[in-house]
């Protein structure tokens, strides 16, 4: 029997528990849920650390040193994994490089695509995975990872309500929540100048997909469902590195 550190998807791990059959899959999830933890445990079962490639940069060239990767023989065994976290992230030069690889699949290797957004890969890429979808885990899961932690009830029922099932969001600073709700506040709040101005200051901010996603997650879990909407066409086009991040922002504060 194989034995599993991460938590929950009991689903999947029954599917894989004969092995890896396919030469593509296609992990589908929302943000932050665990498919990248999975995809990499998974891996490690059934390939040997130096002959997994793990992709996490989106240029031409990475993906050009993935298929170098792909077409060389295993060194420590029978199989040679290729994992692609965020895969959506790809620019579609990156994308049509990797399907030369999807379209000329070798018995020995398999590429993993893990994505929060399918929608933004290419239909031809979509179309030679064999999708698996990863659903939010229960309260239940959330409880035994928050089990050691020492939170009361309320704060692990708050959390469990502000990650939406997404383990990822567990280990949240709630002082950063309360700054970022505390910060959204005072924008809507604001006249459209200031929201301009820090328009501006967000577009240089590194922190800002987080900040957005806090955003989305705390007034879900407050209920506040109007501005939800814009949040997350928001956050869909700063997910895009080659979108303009600042004028997204600024028709963002024009809709508040």
């Not at 792909?70 to 399907?99: F, H, P």
Request: hydrophobic share 40%; proline share 2%; with cysteine.
């Amino acid at each position: 029997m194989i034995m599993w550190n991460t938590l929950g998807f009991i689903s999947q791990k029954n599917f894989f528990k004969s092995g890896i059959h396919a030469h593509a899959y296609l992990f589908v999830g929302q943000e932050m849920i665990g498919k990248k933890t999975f995809a990499l445990e998974l891996a490690g079962k059934y390939a040997d650390s130096s002959d997994m490639f793990v992709m996490t940069s989106h240029d031409i060239d990475t993906v050009r040193s993935a298929k170098q990767f792909l077409s060389r023989t295993a060194l420590n065994g029978s199989r040679k994994i290729l994992v692609v976290d965020n895969a959506d992230n790809l620019s579609e030069e990156a994308q049509n490089a990797l399907l030369k690889a999807l379209e000329e699949p070798s018995a020995s290797t398999t590429i993993i695509l893990i994505s929060a957004r399918p929608g933004a890969l290419l239909p031809t890429i979509v179309s030679r995975c064999q999708s698996i979808e990863f659903s939010a885990h229960s309260q239940k899961v959330i409880n035994m990872y928050l089990q050691e932690k020492k939170l009361s009830a309320e704060q692990k029922d708050f959390l469990y309500q502000f990650s939406n099932g997404s383990i990822g969001l567990l280990s949240v600073d709630f002082t950063k929540i309360k700054e970022y709700a505390m910060e959204y506040g005072a924008l809507v709040k604001a006249d459209i100048s200031k929201r301009f101005d820090v328009a501006k200051q967000l577009a240089e901010d590194e922190s800002l997909s987080q900040k957005v996603l806090y955003w989305m997650l705390y007034l879900r879990t407050k209920r506040m469902y109007t501005p939800l909407a814009g949040l997350r066409e928001l956050y869909s086009t700063i997910s895009h590195p080659q979108f303009n991040r600042r004028l997204a922002l600024e028709n963002f504060m024009l809709s508040l």
